[in-house]
């Protein structure tokens, strides 16, 4: 987009934007997200930013009225995987908070002067701002859903001091941290040490489909999904830096603009430590796939004779992520060569052997799940599969838990890739399965997925087509996957050995 089609697009609302780019009004000095309802300003008075920070090192602050810091992230962070891309990920789950600009650079394995140096020629801010951005966002979400004294909530967001914290609030927001709570009471507060929050998401949402995905797969003592269909809630439990945590999520979200425009998923997180709250929001946004652009995958794929009705049948379908990489990698090993039930029970033995039990149980759910440097070494008797089986895990893990495999936000797919088919056991679906779940990929392609020969294709049709579907390929085997769904299914071939954690 050129600044003239930024302008259209604020011109008419267009709510596919919000979280793209952000408008700045020099005349008023506030910042806006391109839906923003107030009256549209002159375009001699507008300046188009490719991020919050870049706005808020520019002396602008965000815009009461339609909240710019509270959009759905930009899909674009997704898709890319250089230098940039790996970076924006990285920063969302928080590791400059934790390990600062010199453990963001060794991460990804280039020098702190190009790291800055990249992130600025892009995004107008370097990754201390694009952090403090995001901090801004966690300590407003803390100051008008609790109670905690403002002090802690100083803390808890990610500040180093309570008179850094009082000024970045000043600043982007234009009130005192007292004013800013004020200006939030009549939403709702969570009591017990729990966080409620609204996640953005842009453009339609198949909740139901994503809710049906994750229910046939919730692992025992670790995952549930309680309700009925359009009205389910899905709980699980969080291992996260400075403690663990539950997430809440509901089906029955809200809509931000009237259906199509986009809208929220309710959440509540209950943290042992507050200052997992900006991570934990974002594994749980990774989950639900929340920061895809449906209309890009619509328009890409929508033309495709084979899976564009699917698209039109079925508007904003996801491309579900996970909470936590190496429990996915070690569950698609877990669950290769047998159906989802099974999986699910194999994998809630695991749990109940190897997983590290809660304080207390919360409903069904009562474990983390194991970490790798707990199953490296596991005999894993209690799992009723193979010893290759068992041999596959063990190396998984322990490869997880030396470093010889990578799978953070930020690392390299390519290579991930590479290094999961590099261990013995591990076959090309399991590797792409992670890729696309673990890693968020938008753009894998199952050439060997044995269920799409019960889809509305051949699975050497869908080969074919695949790569007039990039870069949404992952997209596009979801739509075919949840067509298969919806067919009567033959019995499954005992020949086959090609499908993990069959749908």
């Known amino acids: 987009m050129d600044d003239e089609s930024r ?18 009004v020099l005349t008023t000095g506030i910042y806006c997200r391109p839906s923003c309802p107030a009256v549209t300003p002159k375009r001699r008075n507008v300046r188009f930013f490719p991020s919050a920070a870049a706005a808020q090192r520019a002396g602008l602050r965000a815009c009461r009225r339609c909240r710019p810091d509270a959009v759905p992230g930009s899909a674009e962070w997704n898709v890319r995987a250089d230098l940039v891309g790996r970076a924006m990920r990285m920063i969302a789950d928080g590791i400059v908070d934790r390990e600062g600009v010199e453990g963001l650079a060794r991460r990804l394995g280039y020098s702190v002067r190009q790291v800055r140096r990249q992130l600025t020629a892009e995004l107008g801010a370097g990754p201390v701002a694009l952090a403090r951005a995001q901090r801004a966002h966690t300590a407003r979400v803390l100051l008008q859903t609790t109670t905690l004294p403002v002090t802690e909530i100083a803390f808890a967001s990610g500040f180093a001091s309570v008179r850094q914290f009082n000024d970045t609030i000043r600043e982007i927001h234009a ?106 929001v974002q594994r749980v946004r990774r989950l639900f796939d929340l920061d895809a652009d449906p209309y890009a995958v619509a328009e890409r794929l929508g033309a495709d004779p084979m899976v564009g009705p699917l698209v039109r049948r079925l508007p904003g379908l996801r491309s579900p992520g996970t909470v936590d990489p190496h429990e996915l990698a070690v569950r698609a090993v ?48 209690e799992l009723d599969v193979p010893e290759s089986r068992r041999r596959t895990i063990r190396e998984v893990a322990g490869a997880l838990a030396d470093g010889t495999v990578v799978l953070d936000p930020g690392a ?89 954690e069959t749908r």
């Open 7 to 24: 302008y259209e697009a604020v011109r008419s609302r267009d709510e596919r934007f919000d979280g793209v780019f952000f408008t700045g």
């Open 175 to 280: 009130r005192t941290p007292r004013e800013l709570r004020a200006a939030g009471r009549g939403r709702p507060v969570a009591e017990g040490g729990g966080v409620a929050l609204r996640l953005a998401y842009r453009g339609p949402y198949a909740a139901g489909e994503v809710f049906a995905f994750l229910g046939r797969r919730a692992v025992p003592g670790v995952e549930e999904v309680v309700g009925e269909p359009g009205a389910r809630t899905y709980r699980r439990t969080l291992a996260l830096p400075y403690g663990h945590g539950i997430a809440e999520v509901e089906e029955a979200g809200g809509d931000a603009g009237g259906g199509a425009g986009g809208g929220w998923l309710p959440c509540r997180l209950h943290l042992t430590d507050l200052r997992d709250l900006t991570t934990a």
């Open 334 to 381: 877990l669950g290769r060569r047998t159906t989802a039930g099974a999986a699910r029970a194999l994998a809630g033995a695991l749990v109940a052997a190897y997983g590290k039990p809660l304080p207390a149980p919360d409903g069904a759910l009562t474990h983390l799940f194991p970490a790798p440097d707990n199953l490296a070494e596991a005999p894993l008797a």
């Open 412 to 500: 390299d797919r390519e290579e991930a890739e590479r290094a999961l088919l590099a261990l013995p056991g591990v076959d090309p679906w399991t590797a792409g399965w992670v890729r696309m779940r673990a890693l968020g990929d938008p753009d894998v392609f199952l050439p060997c997925d044995a269920d799409l020969r019960h889809g509305p294709a051949r699975p050497a049709d869908a080969a074919e087509r695949a790569e007039g579907w990039r870069p949404w390929r992952s997209y596009a085997l979801h739509h075919l996957w949840n067509a298969a769904s919806r067919r009567p299914q033959t019995p499954p071939d005992p020949r086959n050995t090609t499908t993990p």
